[in-house]
């Protein structure tokens, strides 16, 4: 009777993180969005999200150990319940990082810096990674993981990009003002853009990591985690 209950539930356990998936997913996008639109109704809803984050993954924790623990899954099972314990952790501090941009848009000092630094294209191409990582998950399509660490090459180049644009920027914008950042406004833009760049980029890695697992789970194939 045990193992008659042990199928459906493994099924319901990876749908739970199919519907974290596509909540972080959603704060990630509008925490994005207030960068550009200083709305602090969307910010403080992206923000306030985050405890509905931390309650999914815990419950989808409790599933993952118990699936473990009262049916000892067999190995290529075992993958699946561990990879989807590893995903939602990653999941989470997405999660978190969307907490984090949102907090930027409501914080005193500019949350990107007033030169052409391309944060929304970088930002696009995060939130697009962060999807295909779930779409592959849901699908189970170990052949679509390999392409998303590939693009999140990608996504450190811009960054890097990105903040050697600024840095010159704030170089240009305090030479000869007599002091390191004039009347601060120009550090204070590019340390807003510096902290954002930061933490798209990380975004990127979780993404991967997503990817990774998936195709772990399906494969047994590691080349993604090291």
């Known amino acids: 009777m045990a193992r008659e209950r042990y199928r459906p539930r493994l099924e319901r356990m990876e749908e739970a993180v199919v519907a974290m998936g596509d909540l972080v997913r959603d704060r990630l ?7 550009f639109t200083g709305d602090a109704h969307l910010a403080e809803a992206v923000i ?13 924790e409790r599933e ?8 000892q899954p067999v190995a290529s099972d075992l993958r699946r319940i561990v990879a989807a314990f590893a995903i939602v952790t990653d999941l989470e501090r997405v999660g978190d990082l969307a907490t984090n941009l ?3 848009a409501l914080g005193a000092r500019p949350a990107v810096a007033t030169v052409d630094a391309d944060v929304e294209r970088i930002g ?17 399509d170990a052949g679509a993981c390999p392409a998303i660490a590939d693009r999140d090459d990608e996504l450190d180049e811009r960054c890097g990009a990105v903040t050697d644009r600024v840095l010159r920027h704030l170089l240009e914008t305090t030479r000869g003002s007599g002091d390191e950042a004039g009347d601060g406004k120009p550090f204070d833009a590019v340390l ?3 902290l954002v760049v930061r933490d798209i980029e990380r975004v990127g890695d979780h ?8 195709l772990y789970a399906l494969e047994g194939d590691d080349r993604l985690l090291e």
């Open 29 to 35: 996008a509008t925490g994005i969005e207030t960068l």
């Open 48 to 60: 306030e999200r985050d405890r509905e984050v931390n309650r999914r993954y815990l419950a989808i």
């Open 64 to 71: 993952c150990l118990d699936l473990i623990r009262l049916h």
């Open 102 to 104: 949102a907090g930027y």
């Open 124 to 140: 696009a191409l995060a939130l697009e990674l962060l999807e295909r990582a779930i779409e592959a998950f849901v699908a189970r």
């Open 192 to 194: 807003g853009t510096l």
């Open 207 to 214: 993404a991967v990591n997503v990817a990774g697992r998936t």
